[in-house]
């Protein structure tokens, strides 16, 4: 589950990180209020940020700077008035700017070739670090923490040292390095960036120095997610679509297309070779779909619906290969999901392994189309969505 | 002969008198599968499975009581990774974990100890591994349906489970049959990868090719190519990789790929196995027939 850049500030600070003071804000009049309180301060000037879950904010204009409350309020009408890579903008943050001296990155995550939590440092703050690793890999310095201890001070060290940090900025480093896999560990995230982790003045200490962490990106563990019931409060539900909701809820993996062949699979490895071999055979795929394992028929007419629920689906390829999933509860699934479907687009059906031929007696009773190997229902679709044999 | 499950296996359940591992437990003894132990904390002295296998509270106990050396998991998400580390510490050297869900960060502690007692883990969120004997009977650990094999001695590996099943199940039907097949799950932090997978075949006389199942994400097909294109010339090789026309994966993103040196896309996969004398099929059912192109000739 990805969290917005001010949920992210948030559980940064839970753990004692340095994060700038904010607040965020669903209409301009609060934007207003909030940036109000920061001038009252100390702020100079204030920066307003869209929070929306995909990159490339600035860009798209979402990303702006205010010098008087009056002009936060009028910024963030007009960012609240974007809509960014298809998401409207609900929310904004309202931070003081910062007076960066330098921008850093780091990151923590989980990383499956080295089977461990990696962390990386680079002196290129402020970009993508795939900008980085494409144009100078060698840029980013990297460690792996103990998978029982953490990051060890001596590493977090070791990091900072070879993007040449020394004395007090060095030591906050560490702090913070060791800070975000400590996250990674205890919130069960996935990835914890901080991008820019930026210098900023500090006159009040020695060194006159100090790290900021400017924005925070936070996957966190789907997996993981009840044991901590205070993230559900996190999830963006306003943001998520119903659809998505649905199948989120329903226990399906659902990812939505843009061709006219809706898909519905057990097992996200048969789903995407689903997928392929509709591509193939010169379709196109309108969704990813794997009900997942040892599905009942409720769960099946619930992805018959998260299907249809798609305008563009011409013809709807079921491909199941039974094991813990038994092929006679797939079909009773979709004999009732036909009966309540209000919109008859033709579908093919090819159901083999555990209780197949249970299966194969139900739907001939009910006359689906059906098929035997899987490059021949993939055809079979492909022609159905095109108008052709039925 | 096969890898990793076969005649010796003496199995342990983790998670027997469940629902799941019940079930399975039932299919692996019908397979053929010597099941010796059950594990189900506070329940130990009980009988299952017909009465006919001891249920002990600990690893420790059935490893000790009944000399186990193979665990299967069927332990819910919240306590697995506890499962396959207890597993290891009783001694027990090869645990599969067919469990779903589990949180990664367990994982990555739970590898940890893995390494430490010397013990290998398959999966977690695999479907495990059998080897097909005579007589449609053989090994399986794990829920791999049993009536898609046919003995032989052509080598799976695959990351996926019901893509494995299509892929076992076309060979089956072309009369090709299987040394063992091996499901290694498709989580980001796995036990056994596909290039350790090639590292047993390779030593097993009983397997004369091999067939690999990939999937977009990661770079474990790369490496696994790497090692084969060194290590297994002499042997026919053909590969399946799924998700040539998929959206990039939602769950990662980018770093993960940026880390592992590779775009984790299918069609530099199948470009990095091609390079690695791979015969690459467009389907699941042309394996067949590429195993015959790359040399392979079923005894």
Redesign the interface.
Known sequence: MKIHEAEARELLSRFGLPVPDGATATTPAAARAAAERLFAAGATQVVIKAQVLVGGRGKAGGVKLAASAAEAESVAAAILALTIKDLPVRRVLIAPAAEITREIYLSALIDRASRGILVMASAAGGMEIEEVAAKDPTAIVREMAHPQAGLLPFQARRLGLHIGLRGELLRQFAAIATGLVRIAREADADLVEVNPLAVVPAPEIPGGERLVCLDAKVTLDDSALDRHPDFSAWRDEESEDPIDREAREMGISYIRLDGSIGCMVNGAGLAMTTLDLVTRAGGTPANFLDIGGGARADKVAAAMRIILADAGVKAILVNIFGGITRGDEVAKGLIEARAQQERVVPMVVRIVGTNATEAATLLKAAAFETATSLDEAAEKAVALAAGGAK | MSILVGPETRLVVQGLTGREGGFHAAQMVAYGTKIVAGVTPGRGGERALDESVPVYDTVSDAVRETGANTSCIFVP??GAADAIAEAAEAGVKTIFCIT???????M??A??SVREYGARLIGPNC?GATSPGANGRGTKVG???A??HLPGDVGVV?????????AV?SMTDAGIGQSTCLGIG?D???GTTFRDALELFATDTATRAIVL?G??????EE?AAAWAAANLSHLPRVA?I??????EG???????A????ASGRAIDKIAALEAAGFKVA????ELPRLLIEAGYSPR
Do not use: C, K, N, W
């Not at chain 2, 779903?100 to 367990?106: A, K, N």
């Open positions: 998400a919240a779903e869900g589990i949180p990664v960060h367990d990555v502690r590898l940890a479907p829920i791999i349906p009536s898609i695959s990351r996926s489970g019901t893509l494995t099943y299509e199940q498709g980001p932090i796995i199942i999937e977009i994400g990661g770079a474990a490496e399946f799924a998700g040539r026309a998929a959206p939602r769950r990662m993103g980018h770093a993960g940026i880390v592992s040196g467009g389907s699941p059912t």
